[in-house]
T-cell receptor, first 115, second 112 residues
Framework: DSGVTQTPKHLITATGQRVTLRCSPR?????VYWYQQSLDQGLQFLIH???????AKGNILERFSAQQFPDLHSELNLSSLELGDSALYFC??????????????FGQGTRLTVV | DAKTTQPTSMDCAEGRAANLPCNHS???????VYWYRQIHSQGPQYIIH???NNETNEMASLIITEDRKSSTLILPHATLRDTAVYYCIVRVASGGSYIPTFGRGTSLIVHP
């Protein structure tokens, strides 16, 4: 158990809809990262938040957005969904408040299926 | 962060040591070598990291060459459950600005 919790584990929705994926980081971690992994593809970085502030964007579509709340949990919002958005979405956390080297710990992912 | 090069795939017999190489010839003095693995469709799992000394934990050993341009992850007694994609990442070990960036990794198959 990495300590990172993602909900829901599975999500099936129709094209054009909007969904929200939730991530609770490890206790004390300030950084949250979101990744997308399509079938047989690598992990694509989407966005990074640190202590509530957006720090970096990767290959994130304009239809996607995210935020990190004061309690450090994060949500990834996906709108106007298309078939090609079907993928595993992973959240990772790192950067503990008390310092130290910052390996990233990943959640078990949300499998999104757009039909 | 420095770029890494790993073989696309490897295989290993169960019970034998699995040695996974990684080249990182452009590594900087303050960059660490990190290893993660991803078992099919699960979230990536941190394995080990090191700067210049060899490291060992309950999962694996990490051997870093003296010039730090390459490293080897060693799973001393591979089991079928070690079948996974293994990622080598080179990065600075600092606070909030780092982004773990994954390449294609090495697909390790452990066979009976």
């Amino acid at each position: 158990d990495s300590g990172v919790t993602q909900t829901p584990k599975h999500l099936i929705t129709a094209t054009g809809q909007r969904v929200t994926l939730r991530c609770s980081p490890r206790s004390g971690d300030l950084s949250v990262y979101w990744y997308q992994q399509s079938l047989d593809q690598g992990l694509q970085f989407l966005i990074h938040y640190y202590n509530g502030e957006e720090r970096a964007k990767g290959n994130i579509l304009e239809r996607f957005s995210a935020q990190q709340f004061p309690d450090l949990h994060s949500e990834l919002n996906l709108s106007s969904l298309e078939l090609g958005d079907s993928a595993l979405y992973f959240c990772a956390s790192s950067a503990p408040r008390d310092g130290g080297t910052t390996e990233a710990f990943f959640g078990q992912g949300t499998r999104l299926t757009v039909v | 962060d420095a770029k890494t090069t790993q073989p696309t795939s490897m295989d290993c017999a169960e019970g034998r040591a699995a040695n996974l190489p990684c080249n990182h010839s452009t590594i900087s003095g303050n960059e660490y070598v990190y290893w993660y693995r991803q078992i099919h469709s699960q979230g990536p799992q941190y394995i080990i990291h090191g700067l210049k000394n060899n490291e060992t934990n309950e999962m694996a050993s990490l051997i870093i060459t003296e010039d730090r341009k390459s490293s080897t992850l060693i799973l001393p007694h591979a089991t079928l459950r070690d079948t996974a994609v293994y990622y080598c990442i080179v990065r600075v070990a600092s606070g909030g600005s780092y982004i773990p960036t994954f390449g294609r990794g090495t697909s390790l198959i452990v066979h009976p």
